[in-house]
């Protein structure tokens, strides 16, 4: 047997197995760098706790927790197995997660904020409680970190204590009380850091609540972050404001211009700030549709807008560690921040639980970076995940009301340390496809799996189970835009027999990931079968047959050695149904979801024919094949996304008609009698060119008309279903119900010739 000689065909960007939208990008090389900063994507063991968590401090090797739980437990533990009591508040080593025991400091109600004095010495807790270790102590105390004793500190809040930052001289307090330090203080105080009654140099109230607050690396500001559209009686100050922190005036903030003024209809709230040596970092959350909802980013000098992240997913919480900044949120669309941002992903659909609760960005432009653990929203996925971060310099903890991190139990609380080192591994790629070519040729597809903390990755290819790969290829993969790796394994001997699986590395790092499971056995061939052979002398530049096992690929049979489509919809696709070609398979789509989209995105061809064989008894309509500017993914609510730009298409009416349709200043159609959803197999072609628009069906011309152009636009072919909106004798469904077969495009018109001969080449008579 001749060993074969395998050559890499190239890559193009496609969606993740959850159908999100991608880009197109032909893999060359790798850019450097393999990690997304510092932080692994696993986790490191940590207690849990058996409610949310909305206050985390580390300091002094010592991770602080408060929040509304009640006991805690080891990790893994499931909601009432091993229970610890602690009221509202908790204490953990930093390095381990384990609960330090002599730890415990009861509380009468829960605790929003936690800070340490700036040697460390004393720990600072507030938020509803009116006693802490049978102490009276409204809604804010101090306890010394080394004895665990309760001061004297003594503030005495009237509401709610949800932040505190303390300096040397000065503890500031902030919340939705009107008294405090024994003062009325409207939503914000400083007390003094012994006694807690309020410093009467520090004036600055505020129209609503103050939710956090942060000092400036060098003490000499103090940022805010809260509901109020009023700061001193000053009304251009809206939910971020940062004042003077000896006195409480406010300070010019130029960055506060990317809050929109509070509407009806789009409400913003800044609900965590956070500073480094440069400068201040926002999470807000805006109520109303496209409301900001992101992220933004704050230089020390002058407070200019550094950067903003237009993501939609109501940002609860920060924190920066080094040149990376960790967000809480639950991120589900990020296309407001593209084209400067190309890691930016799209709707990922937020009520299906598919929104990001946990990412990175670079602190200096906002960046994405490609740190993807992630949690769930909480109990039945319907809250917002992560509500609190903290750092002690290296490692990063992360409160919240989620119930698992990375899909593994884990409540309350998560730790990450880059101690315990990178132990995510590129997860197991699915089952290439391999399909047998004329010539001796083999052409093998593969998706790139993700690697939850490195986007560079190296795709190895085997040949029947061998422990040597045959072909390599570097590649750059995203949560939501997972490369498709083409190869073609040639000169193999005729009529031998293999299969092929492939694993993934880390290009700049050790792991490997799982080897996946082999590709069907192929045959290899001389002679393409007639049907191939008929249409592949027609050079066409896509070629489903969609004989494959499974998906999520299906393989290009053409000789332009495309990627192949990718398979969308969720469980609306079955294989492997009888297909219109004796001897092969086709796919069955479900009418509601299923359809199958190009890899490689191009622009609208002007000279073009489609073709495609279907079989339905639906009375509902459908899309049979068609070009359109939405590749997959999903709405906000979860259904499949369609086009906004969409035609070059045939399609099926509810009373079975097929339609060929283009449009460039309107919609131009021709179309055939009905009944053509009679549960046959039917071929269907349309062409465009200069000459205008030709529709055919089972080889014979039904309609013409003079019309030469189309729209032009970048986009992507589609078989199965896609938009249908406003078009003639518009079915039902924009999916068809129904099976569908040898899918083909074209660069060129089809002569009634060639559609005859692929007709006849399926085993059919002309009649």
């Known amino acids: 047997m ?77 909601v009432g197995s091993g229970e610890i009591v602690r009221h509202y508040l908790a204490a953990f080593e930093a390095g381990t997660g384990r609960l330090i025991v002599g730890f415990n400091h009861p509380l009468d109600a829960p605790v929003h904020a936690l800070a340490a004095s700036p040697d460390g010495q004393t720990i600072y807790v507030g938020g509803d409680f009116a006693s802490i270790d049978g102490v009276a102590r409204s809604r804010v105390a101090a306890f010394s970190a080394a004895t665990g004793t309760v001061t004297s500190f003594d503030p005495g809040a009237n509401a709610r204590v949800t932040g505190i930052s303390a300096a040397a001289t000065a503890v500031y307090l902030s919340g939705s009380f009107s008294v405090a330090g024994g003062a009325a203080k409207q939503r914000l105080a400083a007390v003094n850091p012994s006694t807690g009654t309020a410093l009467p140099t520090f004036t600055s109230n505020a129209d609503n609540v103050v939710y956090q607050t942060a000092l400036s690396g060098d003490g000499s500001k103090l940022y805010l972050a809260g509901a109020f559209t009023s700061l001193n009686g000053d009304a251009g100050q809206h939910a971020a404001a940062v004042v003077d922190s000896s006195t409480g005036a406010v300070l010019p903030f130029p960055a506060g211009s990317v809050i929109p003024p509070k509407t009806p209809s789009c409400t913003v709230e800044a609900k965590t700030v956070k500073t480094d040596g440069t400068g201040a970092y926002f999470g807000v959350e805006g109520s109303g549709l496209g409301c900001f909802d992101g992220t933004f980013a704050v230089d020390s000098a002058g407070d200019a807008l550094r950067w903003r992240s237009l993501c939609l997913g109501a940002t609860q919480a920060v924190q920066p560690i080094g040149t990376i900044l960790y967000t809480g949120s639950h991120s589900h669309d990020c296309s407001g921040d593209r084209p400067a941002d190309p890691d930016a992903f799209p709707e990922v659909g937020a009520a299906k639980g598919l929104s990001r609760h946990l990412l990175s960005r670079s602190t200096s432009t906002g960046h994405l970076s490609t740190w993807y653990p992630n949690t769930d929203g909480g109990p039945n996925k319907t809250g917002l995940g992560p509500r609190v ?52 040729k083999v052409t093998i597809s593969v998706q790139t799996p993700l690697d939850t903390d490195d986007l560079n990755l190296t795709v190895r290819l085997y040949r029947d189970g061998g422990s040597v790969p045959i072909a390599t290829a570097a590649v750059r993969s995203l949560f939501w835009k997972r490369p498709v790796l083409t190869f073609s394994d040639d000169r193999l001997a005729i009529g031998s027999k293999h299969s092929y699986t492939a694993d993934v590395k880390e290009t700049n790092g050790p792991r490997v990931g799982p080897r996946s499971l082999p590709s069907r056995t192929i045959t290899v061939i001389q002679t393409a079968p007639a049907y191939e052979a008929a249409v592949n002398a027609d050079s066409p530049v896509l070629f489903w047959r969609l004989g494959d096992p499974g998906g999520p690929l299906t393989v290009d049979s053409s000789n332009t050695k495309n990627p192949g489509g990718l398979t969308l919809g969720g469980g609306g696709i079955a294989w492997g149904a009888p297909g219109a070609v004796a001897g092969s398979n086709a ?52 259904t499949p996304a369609v086009s906004q730009q969409y035609d070059k298409h045939l399609y099926l ?92 495009v074209y660069n060129r018109v089809l002569a009634l010739t060639s559609v005859q001969r692929h007709y006849t080449a399926s085993g059919r008579r002309l009649t």
Not at 399 to 414: I, K, M, S
Not at 615 to 628: A, L, N, P, Q, V
Not at 668 to 674: A, C, F, L, Q
């Open 2 to 78: 001749r060993a074969g000689r395998l050559i890499a065909l190239g890559a193009a960007a496609v969606l993740a197995v959850s159908g999100l939208t991608a880009l197109t990008t032909v893999v060359r090389s790798a850019p450097a760098g393999a990690i997304g900063g510092p932080m692994p994507s696993n986790v490191a063991p940590t207690w849990q706790t058996n409610a949310p968590v909305t206050a985390l401090l580390a300091v002094g090797g010592v991770l602080y927790v408060g929040g509304e739980f009640t006991s805690v437990r080891l990790p893994g533990r499931p």
């Open 389 to 440: 971060m903290a750092t002690d310099g290296s490692r990063l903890f992360v409160g919240g009301e989620f119930t698992t991190v990375n899909g593994l139990p884990q409540q309350g609380l998560a730790r990450f340390d880059p101690a315990t080192g990178d132990l995510a591994s590129p997860s197991k790629p699915a089952a290439p496809t391999a399909v047998a070519r004329a010539g001796g």
């Open 587 to 638: 796919v069955t789509v479900d009418g509601t979801s299923g359809y199958i989209s190009a890899t490689r995105g191009q622009w609208s061809p002007g000279t073009f024919s489609i073709e495609a064989w279907f079989k339905t008894t639906s009375t509902r309509g459908g899309r049979i094949i068609g070009f359109g500017n939405q590749q997959g993914g999903l709405t906000l609510n979860g």
């Open 653 to 744: 009416t509810n009373d079975g008609r097929v339609v060929f349709g283009v449009h460039v200043d309107r919609n131009y159609t021709i179309g055939s009698r009905p009944g053509y959803n009679d549960g046959q197999w039917h071929q269907a072609v349309g062409t465009q060119g200069a000459t205008g628009m030709t529709l055919y069906v089972d080889g014979k011309v039904i309609a013409r008309y003079a019309q030469a152009k189309n729209q032009n636009y970048y986009g992507y072919w589609r078989v199965g279903g896609d938009n249908l909106t406003s078009w003639s004798l518009t079915p039902t469904s924009r999916y068809l119900a129904g099976a569908i077969d040898e899918a083909a």
